[in-house]
């Protein structure tokens, strides 16, 4: 789950880190209340929405720059109205952009060096990292590919967690004399310490900056949770803004369903991350294009993969669905009462191709033979995909 860097900003203060004062709103109506919190002076102005490369990214309206430097908050206000309600687009968004519902003011710092900073999980060794660089405020991955040398990272042991002679090793690595040292090594500790506490996925700050009078300050935040812990954490699920998600994602969350949109025509609903993977990989190799990942879990039952078609079938691209079950909890027969249950209710006129194999896979297939739709039934993978591919040719 993300979050906005507002958002990220308050929990950073809560946990010690230092960043620039700041103020949200929500509307034209807040942005003179939002100001009336930040002191009169250059003030920034950032257009809040879940994706990078805002400062770079171009408004619908015209209007270019979703992050502004502005010299008064009248002018703060000014360009704020340029911005709220509009929809922003950036080398994230793709080309449809993210509408702009919040804007977030802060004061304006004076930076003498910006610096790169993020912690997420590596999954080659199991352990959080600490990704570090001089080179703050450009992008990590042209920085990697340019010059890799600049990025160092420290691996932290979970059962130990952060060392002191790692965050030394960190300052060293970020060239910062010894006031900045001294302020960085807090900052970097109370950081680990709420990535870890609030079962973060990533944090990332960029840039970390020091300002003249050797403060250190986390001038962006961009911050990820897993959700798989976020169960543990009803605090942070209340930061959940279901504006920046796809409607088709939310309502699949309602029933426990795994999806996510891709920008295919053929929909898949199986059950198995693997299998969904091996499923899209398939409709790939044989010139089609996969809608969507869709995985109803081991344990679904006849609501669930009505509600995923329903769901599928929100999707204005689907022009084809191509259901594959293995039945190993499952039993095949309860998807297929699911999958008649399902065409019948929503009056499908889409190609369906089903292949199930596994448990009571007999008694699916008698299922589905019986129903007198208009569905090809398979028993392999690879003819359901020539198949499903074939008939949204």
């Not at 250059?42 to 010299?71: D, E, L, W």
């Not at 700050?205 to 001038?219: F, G, S």
């Not at 199930?356 to 208009?374: D, I, P, R, W, Y």
Request: aromatic share 8%.
């Amino acid at each position: 789950m993300n979050i906005h860097e507002y958002q990220a900003k308050t929990l950073f203060a809560q946990f010690g880190v230092p960043v620039p004062q700041g103020a949200s709103a929500k509307s034209a109506a807040e942005f003179d209340s939002a100001l009336a919190q930040l002191p009169e002076g250059p003030t920034m102005v950032k257009s809040q929405i879940h994706a990078g490369g805002r400062g770079k990214g171009t408004f619908t309206n015209g209007y270019k720059g979703g992050v502004k430097f502005c010299k008064t908050k009248t002018d703060a206000k000014a360009i704020a109205g340029e911005m709220i309600d509009q929809t922003l687009v950036t080398a994230q968004t793709g080309p449809a952009g993210r509408k702009v519902q919040t804007i977030y003011f802060t004061v304006a710092s004076e930076i003498k060096k910006e610096y790169y900073l993020a912690i997420l999980l590596d999954r080659t060794t199991s352990k959080p990292v600490i990704v570090a660089s001089t080179e703050g405020g450009m992008e990590i991955e042209k920085v990697a590919h340019e010059t890799p040398e600049k990025i160092f990272k420290v691996f932290v042991d979970p059962a130990y967690g952060l060392a002191d002679f790692q965050v030394r090793e960190l300052i060293f690595g970020l060239g910062l004399n010894a006031t900045e040292a001294k302020n960085a090594a807090k900052l970097i500790r109370n950081l680990y310490r709420m990535y870890w506490e609030t079962d973060a996925a990533m944090i990332e700050v960029n840039p970390l900056i020091t300002t003249p009078d050797d403060q250190v300050l986390a001038l962006d935040a961009k911050v990820s949770f897993d959700a798989n812990a976020l169960f543990r954490h009803p605090e942070i699920v209340a930061l959940r803004d279901l504006n920046e998600e796809d409607p088709k994602e939310i309502e699949a969350s309602k029933y426990d369903l795994a999806y996510i949109a891709l920008d295919g025509n053929i929909a898949c609903l199986v059950n198995g991350a693997g299998l969904a993977m091996s499923t899209m990989d398939i409709i790939k190799h044989y010139g089609g294009n996969p809608a969507n990942f869709l995985d109803v879990g081991g344990g679904a039952t006849k609501e669930k993969v009505v509600a995923a078609f329903k769901i599928i079938l929100g999707d204005a691209n689907v022009q084809g669905i191509f259901v594959n079950i293995f039945g190993g909890i499952m039993d095949c027969n309860v998807i297929a009462e699911g999958i008649v249950e399902a065409v019948k209710e929503v009056g499908l006129k889409l190609p369906l191709v089903v292949r199930l194999e596994g448990n009571n896979v007999a008694a699916g297939k008698a299922t589905l033979a019986a129903s007198g739709l208009a569905l090809v039934s398979v028993d392999t993978m690879a003819d359901a995909a020539q198949k499903i591919v074939k008939l949204v040719a």
